[in-house]
């Protein structure tokens, strides 16, 4: 079964040689139903088996090391007895697969339930973050939205500044969804991001 739909899936990765292969480590369906949004998992032991045999399917399917990208989230589930973050660390781990550090993300929940965002960005492992996104949000006063809207607010731009410190100098996305901004708006953010990578690696050469 795995290698019928791997004669499939891979020469279509061979063909594109896309730089990363990633998914959301989330869920979205049960019982033939489909939410068409990404819905964060338990953070139990049974789930990370779950994923973590699922992330080992998909990689001896599509013959390479895929990237889990953390979601946004709005509700926590009472039956969790890890961290997000501890979880997203041991399912790259089990997995052997990367971590694609979506800082939106971790701000917005760590917002939304009130844990420490650079706490979850320390606990990630160093060597499995492949890529990480930035992007706006939208405040809703009683709780943040993850839109992709907007600018990329000031807070975020630190945990991006420490996510590089500790992380090096990792490929980045901006991404926007709804209500793109001009372009120079998104050149500037781009620059700044590039600005800040640049900052980071000299003090660290400097140092060393
Ligand atoms: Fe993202």
């Not at 338990?42 to 013959?63: G, K, N, W």
């Amino acid at each position: 079964m795995a290698d019928a739909r791997g004669a499939r899936a891979s020469p279509c990765c061979d063909c594109v040689k896309q730089a990363w292969l990633s998914d959301h480590l989330c869920w979205g369906g049960a019982g033939g139903h489909y939410a068409h949004d990404l819905l964060p998992l338990p953070y139990t032991d049974e789930a990370l088996e779950h994923v973590v045999a699922r992330i080992a399917e998909a990689q001896e399917v599509l013959r390479r090391r895929i990237l889990v990208e953390n979601v946004s989230s709005y509700l926590t589930f009472a039956d969790s007895t890890i961290t997000e973050w501890d979880f997203v660390a041991e399912t790259a781990r089990r997995a052997d697969c990367g971590i694609l550090l979506d800082v939106i993300n971790v701000y917005v929940s760590a917002v939304n339930h009130g844990f420490d965002p650079q706490q979850y960005i320390l606990a990630l492992p160093r060597e499995r973050v492949g890529q990480i996104h930035l992007a706006g949000h939208t405040d809703l006063g009683t709780h943040l939205l993850d839109t992709h809207d907007g600018h990329v607010v000031e807070p975020v731009w630190q945990l991006y500044r420490l996510a590089i410190e500790r992380f090096g100098p990792v490929s980045t996305l901006i991404e926007s969804d709804d209500h793109v901004p001009e372009l120079e708006v998104l050149l500037a953010e781009t620059e700044r991001a590039r600005t800040i990578e640049s900052q980071v690696c000299c003090d660290a050469a400097r140092c060393t």
